[in-house]
């Protein structure tokens, strides 16, 4: 009997009647192609989410005021990290259309502009808030109990420093699945966070050293990987390279182009991870417990996500090379295919997610209260990510690929002001439903967003885009 999902030798489905999702016509990618992109990010991920549970149950073991203060510290990281990481799709789409116009050269050299430009910039965030920290975190944290607040501190000044490592690590890895190569983040990406999480295990558990333990193992992980990753993207083996990565010759055509993506997505990822410091002050004003419990769904949400995001970033890469090589109709066969793909795996996860909720959170160990609240956001976000998380993330995804960056940006920020962070207050804070109905503001948000790219995709407006 022939497995319903078993590929041709050329990569197209045996029979429309064994599987729904058979690819209209032979294009760009293959089946084969897409799923050799697909897993190593997913290895790649699935390591992640399963070291950040465990570097959260690690911090645990110190206490609730340390996964309080730590938390707090992480979701401003996340914002620093996702400003660099969107900065960088400048770079994947702009590498894959030069790569699908078969411009190498070019392709060589928007990697190099971009490299400069990430690292100025997270060096440049690196000095100024390590100047302004003090004051930085009372914002940010507000009235915290003093146990929360000092290992905020700690963590905060040992993070600064891995800025620029992860900067030089975001556009490697950016850059290598521009050309269809995502083992090699995937490996060297294992590597790191098997190394964070070795030593966090030594310095915390062995040594005692708590918060500093964690802030210490993060920055030598980081450094690790960013200079490795630096020395993997120079080496002219690849099909795209930085060639001489020591001699500085800007090319201000090249970075234009690059910003002129990366800027407004940019601005989307630092606003949206802006309303989540918003939201995150409003967690605070519940207290302890409601910040380990928002910490604990943190740490466990990916799981809900995480191959959704996987084929986001999947689609990057096929979208743009088929928009670098003018073959629209493939572009939208293609984003079609992977969005039908990323709806039925999301689904098998998150029925994974649901039925392992108790077995999951029971695994932090924090006070019932906590462990209760984190129980009910996570079942609440599993059954989310089925119905409206590919639409919000995944199919954007492909209209930033194909250049129209900046709808993307005005669409993400309203909606993020607006309905989340706007209905955020009203649910947790005048309706009493305290950091729940934060979590409920992001479901809807996620309705509103898969309604207004589905109407943009319709529209077709995408498709006349030039970016090379």
């Known amino acids: ?12 489905f045996l029979n429309k009647k064994l599987h729904p999702f058979k690819l209209k016509q ?5 089946n084969k192609m897409i799923v050799n992109l697909l897993i190593p990010i997913l290895i790649e991920q699935a390591m992640i989410v399963a070291i950040g549970i465990a570097d959260t149950i690690m911090v645990a073991y110190v206490g609730e005021a340390a996964v309080a203060g730590i938390s707090l510290i992480t979701t401003f990281d996340a914002l620093i990290k996702k400003l660099i990481s969107a900065l960088t799709i400048g770079c994947s789409i702009v590498i894959s ?21 990430v690292m100025i910039l997270a060096i ?30 700690t963590y905060f000044a040992l993070s600064l420093f891995s800025y620029p490592f992860f900067a030089a690590y975001y556009v490697a890895s950016a850059s290598f699945r521009a050309m269809g190569n995502s083992r090699i983040p995937m490996v060297c990406t294992v590597t790191m966070m098997a ?9 915390i558990y062995k040594f005692n050293l708590g918060v500093w333990g964690a802030g210490i193992s993060t920055l030598v992980s980081a450094m690790f990987i960013g200079i490795l990753m630096t020395f993997m993207i120079c080496k002219p083996t690849n099909l795209v390279y930085i060639e001489k990565i020591k001699k500085i010759n800007l090319d201000f055509t090249m970075i234009k182009r690059i910003l002129g ?8 990822s630092g606003m949206f991870q802006l309303g989540i410091l918003i939201l995150q002050r409003l967690t605070a004003s519940f207290g302890t417990a409601a910040i380990a419990a928002n910490a604990i769904a943190k740490s466990l949400t990916p799981l809900s996500y995480i ?4 084929f986001g970033l999947v689609i990057v890469t096929v979208v743009g090379q088929c928009m670098g090589a003018r073959k629209v109709d493939q572009a939208d066969m293609y984003t079609k295919h992977i969005l039908k793909l990323s709806y039925i795996i999301a689904l098998l996860m998150n029925i994974a997610s649901l039925t392992s909720n108790k077995f999951l959170v029971g695994c932090f160990h924090l006070s019932p209260e906590a462990t209760s609240i984190a129980s009910y956001i996570f079942y609440m976000y599993s059954i989310g990510a089925i119905i409206f998380y590919p639409t919000s993330f995944v199919l954007p995804n492909a209209l930033r690929a194909s250049g129209d960056i900046k709808f993307t940006m005005t ?3 309203i909606t993020m002001f607006s309905i989340r962070i706007g209905t955020a207050f009203v649910f947790g804070k005048y309706i009493n439903m305290g950091v729940f109905g934060v979590w409920l503001a992001m479901q809807l948000d996620w309705v509103i967003r898969s309604i207004i790219f589905l109407f943009r995709y319709k529209q077709g407006k995408w498709k006349k885009i030039k970016v090379v």
């Not at 009997?1 to 197209?12: A, C, F, N, V, W």
């Not at 259309?97 to 430009?117: D, H, P, R, T, V």
């Not at 440049?124 to 109990?145: D, H, Q, R, Y």
């Open 1 to 12: 009997m022939i497995h319903p999902i078993r590929l041709k030798q050329e990569g197209l």
């Open 97 to 117: 259309q030069y790569i699908g116009k078969k411009e190498l050269f070019n392709a060589n050299k928007a990697m190099k502009m971009a490299y400069y430009s």
């Open 124 to 153: 440049m965030m690196c000095a100024v808030f390590f100047i302004v920290k003090t004051p930085f975190l009372s914002l940010l944290a507000g009235n915290v109990e003093g146990d929360v607040m000092k290992s905020a501190h």
């Open 307 to 310: 191959v959704s995001q996987c």
């Open 26 to 30: 032979a294009g760009l990618f293959t």
């Open 261 to 268: 993506i990366g800027i407004p997505n940019g601005v989307e």
């Open 195 to 203: 190394m964070n999480l070795t030593l966090k295990a030594i310095m």
């Open 411 to 413: 669409a993400s920020i």
